[in-house]
Each structure stands twice: as structure tokens, then as C-alpha cells.
């Protein structure tokens, strides 16, 4: 019995000695570590010291400059977005004639937001031949058809791009013969056998704070019009749908963000993470040239473009750190954006 226990005790010995040996073994380089965390700790007093010094963190060569300083004598590459945000340079397509172009035009006119400049590139194109540019942010079709170009725009979507399709519709427009793929595919569309309705248009009570359609919304009574001024809360558009029985083709009224008051049609609908989770469109039923519907067109552009600001666009193959600085603005509109900078190495 007493040899027993001779060898139970051995194997404790072992195995206590086995892990002690692996805690050892676990135990990261403390050279490595603290040199990740200091460059960690050095970033966020960074931000923070340039925060305080008042940098305007949309513009990119302000930035640039400052970080190039403030990691002088480094190796260290960086990146900096910012998140969250209302993109302050959005580059729009439109594919459409003389007057569509002027509707669009007058409504992105560049405006000041939080304290920054927001501004639209917009370039007419031929509507006869759309072609799905990377090179804009935003791409926006009128009566250009849309049958056979369902790959090119899931692609397009696939790199977080945004379509807007204003147009009104008819129930022959749902046809597979027709745009009927694209419309309930892309768009979230489906044609309603309920009656037609006369009333005012609302932005739909089911949309919270929080929510993917909020953001237009939100936007929409910030954004100012062309006197400068806001749009109060609660705002009633006229009637601008002819004869459309257009709803989501979920029934999701989160996304339908404009309706009818007595009925469920609608005459905006949103839809994101349209293809591989990246994506936005909006379907937008056409209408008159009011000082309303301008406002909501920028709304919604907006929304379409993304919400996230590359700053400082650096490849690297290697991380090292990504460190968040959390900074609110909200002179004309609540917007809690994360800026992140990232660190790496370049090769």
C-alpha cells in the first residue's frame, strides 16, 4: 500500500510539474506585449491631444499632416476612418435626361452639418447605357430598363454601394418580362392587390431609433433646404403616388419609410445587405419638383453612400493595433461617431 502511494504521489508530481512547465510556456513575450500596448497608449493620447486641438477629422490632409508629425521618426503605417458618420464627400451617377438631372442637381446642393462641409459630385450619364461604375458612391436610374442587369448591380452592391431607382410603376412593371427580378429582388418590391388610397404620405411609425430606415429619416429634418432651413417634426408630405399599389415585398413597414396614412403603400422603400450583407438601395416614387421631396432625395443619397469616412486609406500587411476614440457632434443633429486609427506595418 505504502508503494502505492509512492507512485500516486510521482504522478502528481508530474502533472503539477507539466503545468507549471505550460504556464511558463503560455506566459506571451513581455517585450512584444508591451510594446503593442504602449504603441496602443501613445495612439490614444494622439487622438485625444488632436481631438482636444481642435482637427477637423473629415478633412484628409489636415489629418494626414498631423498624424505624419505626430509619428515622426516611426515605422509605423496608419489608417484612419471614421464611423458612423455622414459621409462628407458623396460621388453620385446619374443615369438620366436634361430635367432629371436638374432635379437632382438642385437637390445635392453641398450644406454645412455638424460644423462640416457636405458635399455631392454628381455626374449626368447616358441613360441608354448604364454601366455600374465603381468609381461612384451612389448610382441613380429613372426609366432606364433594369431587366439584364441584375448581376451587374449585385456586384456593383457587393462592394457597400448604394442605388436609387426613382420611377413610378405599374403592375406590368413586375413581370419577369419586365423589371419584375430586379424590382423584387434588389429593390424589396411587390405589387398590392389592396385598393388604391388618396392620402397624405408619412414617414412609417414603425421606424425607430435604431433601425436600418432611421438614418433617412433622421437626416431628413436636419438636412437643411435650399433657404437654409430645417423641416419641423412631424412632417406630411402631399400625395405623390398615381395610382401605385407598391408595397415591401416582406410586409416589413421598417423599411417602407414613406406611406400612406390609411393604407400600407408605399412611396419609399429602403433595403440594405442586399448582396453578401453590403448594400443599399431605395425605390422612390417619381412625383413633383418640391422643396420636400429635394430634401428627402438628399436623405436618402445620403443614407445610400454608407456611413463610414475613409480618411487615410494606408495598405499594410501586417496589423499591429487598431485603436477606437469615440467623439459626439451634434450641433444640428445627434451623430456619436468611432474614429479609428489603425497601425501597421507596410510590408
Not at 429619416?217 to 395610382?243: C, D, L, M, T
Given at each position: 500500500?505504502?508503494?502505492?502511494?509512492?507512485?500516486?504521489?510521482?504522478?502528481?508530481?508530474?502533472?503539477?510539474?507539466?503545468?507549471?512547465?505550460?504556464?511558463?510556456?503560455?506566459?506571451?513575450?513581455?517585450?512584444?506585449?508591451?510594446?503593442?500596448?504602449?504603441?496602443?497608449?501613445?495612439?490614444?493620447?494622439?487622438?485625444?491631444?488632436?481631438?482636444?486641438?481642435?482637427?477637423?477629422?473629415?478633412?484628409?490632409?489636415?489629418v494626414s499632416e498631423r498624424l505624419r508629425f505626430a509619428f515622426n521618426n516611426s515605422n509605423v503605417v496608419y489608417d484612419l476612418k471614421i464611423e458612423n458618420?455622414?459621409?462628407?464627400?458623396?460621388?453620385?451617377?446619374?443615369?438620366?435626361n436634361d430635367s432629371e438631372y436638374a432635379f437632382i442637381s438642385s437637390a445635392l446642393r453641398p450644406f454645412v452639418l455638424n460644423g462640416r462641409d457636405i458635399d455631392f459630385t454628381v455626374i449626368k450619364q447616358e441613360p441608354s447605357n448604364v454601366i455600374f461604375s465603381e468609381l461612384y458612391d451612389v448610382i441613380v436610374l429613372f426609366d432606364s430598363p433594369l431587366k439584364g442587369y441584375y448581376s451587374s448591380m449585385m456586384s456593383f452592391l457587393s462592394s457597400d454601394k448604394g442605388i436609387m431607382l426613382i420611377r413610378d410603376l405599374r403592375?406590368?412593371?413586375?413581370?419577369?418580362?419586365?423589371?419584375?427580378?430586379?424590382?423584387?429582388?434588389?429593390?424589396?418590391?411587390?405589387?398590392?392587390?389592396?385598393p388604391e388610397s388618396a392620402s397624405a404620405l408619412v414617414f412609417s411609425p414603425a421606424i425607430e431609433e435604431g433601425m436600418l430606415a432611421y438614418p433617412v429619416v433622421r437626416n431628413f429634418y436636419a438636412f437643411p433646404n435650399s433657404s437654409g432651413q430645417r423641416i419641423e417634426s412631424p412632417h406630411v408630405f402631399g400625395n405623390f403616388i398615381s395610382g401605385e399599389r407598391v408595397v415591401q415585398k416582406d410586409g416589413d413597414m421598417t423599411r417602407s419609410v414613406l406611406v400612406q396614412q390609411d393604407s400600407n403603400h408605399s412611396a419609399l422603400i429602403v433595403n440594405a445587405g442586399v448582396s453578401n450583407g453590403l448594400g443599399r438601395t431605395a425605390w422612390l416614387s417619381g412625383g413633383p419638383d418640391t422643396e420636400d421631396r429635394r430634401v428627402l432625395m438628399k436623405a436618402v443619397i445620403a443614407w445610400l453612400a454608407g456611413d463610414t469616412e475613409h480618411v487615410i486609406d494606408e495598405k499594410m500587411s501586417k496589423q499591429l493595433a487598431v485603436v477606437p476614440f469615440i467623439k459626439l457632434y451634434n450641433k444640428d443633429m445627434f451623430e456619436p461617431v468611432e474614429i479609428v486609427l489603425t497601425l501597421g506595418h507596410r510590408y
Amino acid at each position: 500500500m505504502k508503494g502505492f502511494w509512492h507512485v500516486v504521489e510521482a504522478g502528481i508530481v508530474a502533472v503539477v510539474a507539466f503545468l507549471v512547465l505550460m504556464q511558463f510556456y503560455s506566459i506571451p513575450d513581455i517585450k512584444t506585449d508591451w510594446g503593442k500596448t504602449r504603441l496602443v497608449v501613445q495612439s490614444r493620447d494622439i487622438l485625444y491631444s488632436l481631438d482636444r486641438s481642435g482637427i477637423n477629422w473629415f478633412n484628409a490632409s489636415e489629418v494626414s499632416e498631423r498624424l505624419r508629425f505626430a509619428f515622426n521618426n516611426s515605422n509605423v503605417v496608419y489608417d484612419l476612418k471614421i464611423e458612423n458618420a455622414v459621409r462628407s464627400d458623396i460621388k453620385v451617377a446619374c443615369f438620366c435626361n436634361d430635367s432629371e438631372y436638374a432635379f437632382i442637381s438642385s437637390a445635392l446642393r453641398p450644406f454645412v452639418l455638424n460644423g462640416r462641409d457636405i458635399d455631392f459630385t454628381v455626374i449626368k450619364q447616358e441613360p441608354s447605357n448604364v454601366i455600374f461604375s465603381e468609381l461612384y458612391d451612389v448610382i441613380v436610374l429613372f426609366d432606364s430598363p433594369l431587366k439584364g442587369y441584375y448581376s451587374s448591380m449585385m456586384s456593383f452592391l457587393s462592394s457597400d454601394k448604394g442605388i436609387m431607382l426613382i420611377r413610378d410603376l405599374r403592375e406590368e412593371d413586375f413581370s419577369e418580362q419586365s423589371d419584375g427580378k430586379e424590382l423584387k429582388g434588389i429593390f424589396g418590391l411587390e405589387w398590392s392587390s389592396s385598393p388604391e388610397s388618396a392620402s397624405a404620405l408619412v414617414f412609417s411609425p414603425a421606424i425607430e431609433e435604431g433601425m436600418l430606415a432611421y438614418p433617412v429619416v433622421r437626416n431628413f429634418y436636419a438636412f437643411p433646404n435650399s433657404s437654409g432651413q430645417r423641416i419641423e417634426s412631424p412632417h406630411v408630405f402631399g400625395n405623390f403616388i398615381s395610382g401605385e399599389r407598391v408595397v415591401q415585398k416582406d410586409g416589413d413597414m421598417t423599411r417602407s419609410v414613406l406611406v400612406q396614412q390609411d393604407s400600407n403603400h408605399s412611396a419609399l422603400i429602403v433595403n440594405a445587405g442586399v448582396s453578401n450583407g453590403l448594400g443599399r438601395t431605395a425605390w422612390l416614387s417619381g412625383g413633383p419638383d418640391t422643396e420636400d421631396r429635394r430634401v428627402l432625395m438628399k436623405a436618402v443619397i445620403a443614407w445610400l453612400a454608407g456611413d463610414t469616412e475613409h480618411v487615410i486609406d494606408e495598405k499594410m500587411s501586417k496589423q499591429l493595433a487598431v485603436v477606437p476614440f469615440i467623439k459626439l457632434y451634434n450641433k444640428d443633429m445627434f451623430e456619436p461617431v468611432e474614429i479609428v486609427l489603425t497601425l501597421g506595418h507596410r510590408y
